[in-house]
Every structure is written in C-alpha cells, then in structure tokens.
C-alpha cells in the first residue's frame, strides 16, 4: 500500500510538464482540427458555426487540392533523389584514407551551413533572376539563352530542387559521413586481402552495412522535405499560379493571405494525416524501428 502511495506522489512530479506539454503540443492540434469543421474565416472571424465535412468535400472535390497534392510529391521525391545521392557519394569520397586535405574539403561543405536558410534563399532568389542573376551569366558563356526560371513551369522545378539540394546536401553528407566511419576498417583489410576488388567491397560491405542509415535518412528527408516551408514560400510563392504550390505552403497562403482559416485548417489536417500515414509505411517496412529498439 505505501508502495502504491509512493508511486502516486512520483507521477504528480512530472504532471505539470504533461500539463505543460498538453497545452503546447496537443492543445493547437485539436483547435486546428475542430475550427476544419466550422466556417471560421474573415467573415465569420467571432461568430463561427459547425459545418461538419463540408469544408472537407469541398476541398476534396476541387481541382485545387489535387493539383497542389501532385506538387508536393513532385516536390518531396524530386528534392529527396538528388540530395540522398549527392549526399552518399561526397561521404564515400571523403570517406577515403588517403584523400589529402579531406578536413578542407568537409568544412567547405558545411558553408551552406553556416548561413541561415532564409538569407540563403534571397540570395538565391536574386542569383536566378533571368536578367541579372549570376545563374543565366554563366550559362550565356555557353552560348544558351537566358532562362525565366520563375515563369517557365519546369525551370521553376528545377530551379527549386537545385536550390533546395544546396540547402540540403550537407547534413546528408554528415550523416552518412558519420555512418560510414563507424564501419570497421578490418573487414575492408580482410576482403582486399581474399582478393574482392573496390566495387565488390562497396557491394558487399558498405551497402549493406548502410542500409539502414539510407533508410533512416530516407524517412527522416521525406518527412522534413514534404513540409519544407521557406523555399517555395521565397522562390516562387507557389507559382506560376499554383504550378509548384505544395500542400503546407498553400495552407498558409490560404489562412493569413486569403483569411480562409477553416480551409487552411482542413489543408493541415489532410497534410498531416498524409505525411503520417506514408511515415508509419515507411517505418514499418524499412525496419528501422526494429534497429533502434
């Protein structure tokens, strides 16, 4: 019995931080989630009303919502390929013994680091300008004509990808920099020496023994990528019209551009399931909840 009393009076230490964390965490999520059923917005901003799914069959009726769907996988899968990609084969460069001045070549790699993302984007913003950027320079000395990289639908893609791959490669690099270092160097002594040439010990041993630090990083990149706010919001705003909108982008253009809070609240429920939904898959099949616990 005391035991038991015991414990009791051990829970009610940590219950102002669950108090705390209630109110901070879940209470915003909730009021996001009920205000998706009301018609809340700058016509009814003090006296709104449940409307059950209607905002819901609106939205998802719409060519709208589709369209900007379709973006935001474009945009997460398009942004997330190169960056994994660029990001393992700079680790497996610098990850080379003899590599001189390997030191100078990681730290330059964190530059993109060291700015904060926002500046870098107005810079970048003012690099791919199509009359005055450095980007269209460059490219006349080749002789190609300059681009209107913010009106032409696919160039404003892949002006944002490139961009966001800037951003971004350097903490891949990291992380499977760190990864690969971890793997012990006697079984690449022990494989050279039973004679398995340097695409077979990268088969053989690296690969596997990366996987699941590929697919954390997989998990981890589509999750922050598919919600990756700023660089949309700088480059393009969404445009041309909605052509490179994503979902989380749109959501906050429709909340604090157009007052619409109860759309943009059922565009954040919808993005928020979504991105749950396609994490847990992930989770599950990737095997990496079996690896950490």
Known sequence: MAYKKTNFFNYLYILPVVILVAFLYLYPIAYTVYISFTNFNLYHFFEYQWVGLSNYITVLTGGTFWQVLANTAIWTVGSLAPMIAVGFLLALILNQK???????????????????????????????????????????????????????VPMAWVMLILTNLWLSFPYYTSVFLSALQSIPEELYSIAEIDGASRLARFRYITLPLMRRTIAFVAIGGFTFTWNNFYPIYILTGGGPGNATNILVVYAYQAAFNNSLYNFAAVYSVIDAVILIAMAVIMLKYSGVLEAIT
């Open 98 to 152: 003899d590599l001189k001045g390997r030191t100078v070549f990681f730290t330059l790699l964190l530059v993109p680091w060291a700015f904060p993302a926002f500046i870098s984007l107005i810079v970048w913003q003012g690099m791919w300008n199509w009359k005055y950027g450095i980007v269209n320079k460059v490219l006349a000395m080749f002789g190609i004509r300059p681009i209107d990289w913010f009106d032409i």
